[in-house]
């Protein structure tokens, strides 16, 4: 879940995407003029049928989509599983644009080579683009390219070589992005980098003195940001299970979870910064306490309070909402 990944997100900020604001489109309806198309308006010119259940989602990885024989899109592989899965597919470079360290060792043990070029969910810098361009351009194929749930981040990253090494449209790859893959349309400055900007050549990606690092790593505040959207997603499981442990994650204690994120909030609220995102710390100081408040809750649920499990719910449902009022004032 990345809700986490927002409400942290104040050094982070998501403010350069490029849609048309709403004034700008009312001020060209008004003169009869039809609106600005987004880019991700434009990832429907091209209609593609439905997307082919290939069968490859399962434990360990999902949202997987083979977009190409040599790019497959899909989320973070989890556990022995999702990298068996991946070598079944017979992946050979494996580029995560997500912030977390990939998982190196084991995806050498399957015979695959980790890339790791973290972006954000504005879009894609200039030197994180000729990084991407270069893995493709140079790197062995079939490509695996994620991010955390395979959703955003990593579609745009394997639209960008889908033009670059298959060679098919701007709008092609715009609409996997958003009719297949389920890109959201919040994400404009993604789909920007894929309708419009410049892509490297295989000369210029050739210039870029780079090699190819398997991990890049985060401290402070964007470390507790990953951390965070990973610690929200095993509550929100634990909750659909219940607040029962899962037999196949015996060490995902739901009160312990809960304890591990307020923590990682109350870290993070530290290294907050101030200035335009000053009401940043203490949303976060807000959410941290109901946290505290859902570890107390399902501390009462061991012990078999069956009204507490039910209050845990709407608690984590409260967070929910509390996250999704930081991500409005502080991340778009």
């Known amino acids: 879940m990345r809700t986490f990944l927002l409400i942290l997100a104040s050094a982070f900020a998501l403010t350069g995407c490029q849609q048309p604001s709403d004034s700008a489109r009312v001020s060209a309806q008004a003169v009869g003029v039809a609106p600005l198309e987004t880019a991700y308006d434009r990832a429907m010119r091209v209609q593609l049928p439905a997307p082919v259940v290939s069968g490859e989602d399962g434990p360990g990885l999902v949202n997987v989509h083979r977009l190409s024989p040599r790019i497959i899109s899909g989320s973070e592989p989890e556990g022995e599983a999702g990298f068996k899965r991946m070598a079944a597919l017979g992946i050979k470079t494996v580029l995560s644009v997500d ?31 000729l990084r991407i361009a ?93 951390e965070s959207t990973r610690i ?73 309070d069956a009204e507490a499990a039910v209050d845990a719910s709407a608690g984590l449902r409260s967070i929910k909402q509390s996250c999704d009022a930081c991500h409005r004032a502080f991340r778009n």
């Not at 360290?101 to 879009?123: C, D, E, F, L, S």
């Not at 909750?239 to 196949?248: F, I, M, S």
């Open 99 to 129: 912030g977390k360290a990939p998982n190196v060792a084991t995806a050498k043990r399957y015979g695959m080579r980790y890339v790791h070029v973290p972006i954000q969910y504005r879009g894609i810098t200039e030197d994180e683009l």
């Open 134 to 226: 270069k893995t493709f351009h140079e790197l062995d194929a079939p490509f695996y390219v994620h991010c955390f749930h395979g959703r955003h981040r990593g579609p745009a990253a394997a639209a960008v070589g889908r033009v670059l090494i298959d060679g098919v449209s701007r709008d092609r790859a715009l609409a996997e992005m958003r009719q297949w893959c389920g890109t959201s349309g919040k994400y404009e400055g993604l789909y920007e980098v894929v309708a419009s900007r410049a892509l490297p050549t295989r000369g210029m990606s050739a210039s870029l003195a780079w090699d190819f690092p398997p991990q890049v790593r985060f401290d402070g505040l964007r470390l507790a940001m990953i």
């Open 232 to 304: 929200y997603d095993h509550l929100r499981m634990l909750d659909k299970r219940g607040w029962k442990v899962d037999p196949e994650h015996p060490d995902l204690d739901p009160a312990h979870e809960a304890g591990r994120l307020a923590e990682l909030l109350d870290r993070a609220t530290v290294d907050a910064c101030g200035g335009e995102t000053a009401g940043l710390r203490q949303g976060m100081t807000d959410v941290a306490e109901q946290v505290r408040g859902l570890e107390d809750l399902l501390e009462k649920v061991k012990l078999g």
